[in-house]
């Protein structure tokens, strides 16, 4: 019976040592806490604003002179962005023709605008033919092809829809592309400040781009 009662000494230390490792494990714990909500957690502005959809957001696509060109070479300038096809009969022709007329009213205050034209064909449109097609817009204006992968993945950025449409009956290789008809204005950091529908004038974009510049 001896044996069992120990003498008192030697479980009060060992108990100060449990007690000593606890301590020091919640310790870290809290301290490890901490450490992630001050990195982690996000900051009040993006808590203020969850329900807006981004608009945008980094692509690789290859320009009118056949050169590999990302999102990050027109950090800096506005982007004035449309998505279509040079064989669009006439939604894609209004569009960028009222682009290009808003960029003429704008004069050098426009001329931190960089008027971009992603195509959604890309089986057809091939940096030469956006080079002769844009140019009948706008001087500064930049055509953008890609893979398919690419305008897939940049359309899908930009929350643009496009479908190919062949007619019955009609040539295969003359399809047309339905696709969305608007136009985004993109600020030099990137981001989405706002869009233009089909059918705005070029009086009231130059003026509405004015208030951002
Ligand atoms: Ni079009």
Not at 50 to 70: A, K, R
Not at 136 to 141: A, E, I, L, N, S
Not at 184 to 212: K, N, Q
Request: hydrophobic share 40%; aromatic share 10%; net charge negative.
């Amino acid at each position: 019976m001896s044996e069992t009662s120990l003498p008192p000494k030697f479980p009060l230390s060992r108990l100060v040592f449990y007690a000593a490792v606890v301590v020091i494990f919640v310790v870290a714990v809290l301290v490890g806490r901490q450490w992630l909500v001050g990195t982690g957690a996000p900051t009040p502005s993006s808590e203020a604003t969850p329900s807006i959809p981004t608009i945008g957001g980094p692509f690789t696509l290859v320009d009118h002179d056949g050169n590999t060109v990302t999102d990050a070479a027109f950090r800096g300038r506005y982007m004035l962005i449309y998505f279509g096809y040079t064989y669009c009969p006439d939604v894609c022709p209004t569009a960028l023709g009222a682009t290009g007329e808003a960029l003429d009213m704008l004069g050098e205050a426009g001329d931190s605008i960089v008027p971009l034209f992603i195509t959604v064909d890309p089986q057809r449109d091939t940096p030469a033919a956006l080079k002769d097609y844009v140019g009948h817009f706008h001087p500064r204006m930049v055509g953008l092809t890609g893979s398919a992968k690419q305008i897939v993945d940049v359309a899908k950025a930009y929350r643009v829809y496009f479908a190919k449409v062949v007619e019955e009956g009609a040539d295969e290789d003359a399809y047309l592309v339905d696709h969305t008809a608007i136009t985004y204005l993109m600020g030099p950091d990137g981001g989405f400040l706002t869009h233009f529908a089909h059918g705005t004038t070029p009086e009231t974009m130059a003026r509405r781009i004015r208030d951002y510049l």
